[in-house]
């Protein structure tokens, strides 16, 4: 029933898009990887535990990290294991350092900074509102710095 169907098409790669693709990934310096993004990131450091997204993998590990950053889309944290890009996970902040609901996240980028530490990005599948505090604080801060 499902032999006839030809699936080597879906896995082949276009090579001009290929190439595209890593001439896009060489022009994303830090500098513009921060123009991309669409919300500010505000430096902030907390607790923050990682769990596969799928109910049904919940028990299977667990992993605690400190945040680098977030935004109401996203955060960078730093992790002592390599997190998989492209799988989406539950995060749980510190409810004791910082007052958020726990979100679902795709890892988006992992790079190793050294052995056992890992830094990773996530984009949230829902925004979050930021804590005033913490907005009012980092807009004070920016506007020191300037």
């Known amino acids: 029933m499902f032999d006839d169907i030809d699936r080597t098409q879906e896995l082949n790669l276009n090579a001009e898009e290929s190439f595209e693709l890593l001439r896009e990934l060489e022009r994303n310096t830090p500098e ?13 450091k907390t607790n923050i535990v990682l769990q596969p997204g799928n109910s049904s993998q919940l028990l299977e590990f667990k992993v605690k990290g400190v945040t ?5 889309s996203g955060l960078g944290a730093v992790f002592p294991i ?12 510190e409810q004791s350092q910082i ?6 996240a795709r890892c988006m980028r992992c790079a190793m900074i050294r052995e056992g530490h890992f830094n ?6 829902t925004n979050i509102t ?17």
């Open 68 to 72: 680098g950053d977030i935004s109401e």
């Open 32 to 44: 513009e990887i921060r123009k991309q993004r669409t919300h500010f990131r505000i430096p902030i």
């Open 82 to 93: 390599p997190i998989q890009v492209g799988d989406i996970y539950r995060l749980n902040f």
């Open 130 to 146: 930021l804590p005033e505090s913490f907005v009012a604080e980092a807009e004070a801060n920016t506007r020191a710095m300037l």
């Open 99 to 104: 007052d958020l609901p726990m979100v679902f």
């Open 120 to 125: 990773c990005g996530f984009k949230f599948f």
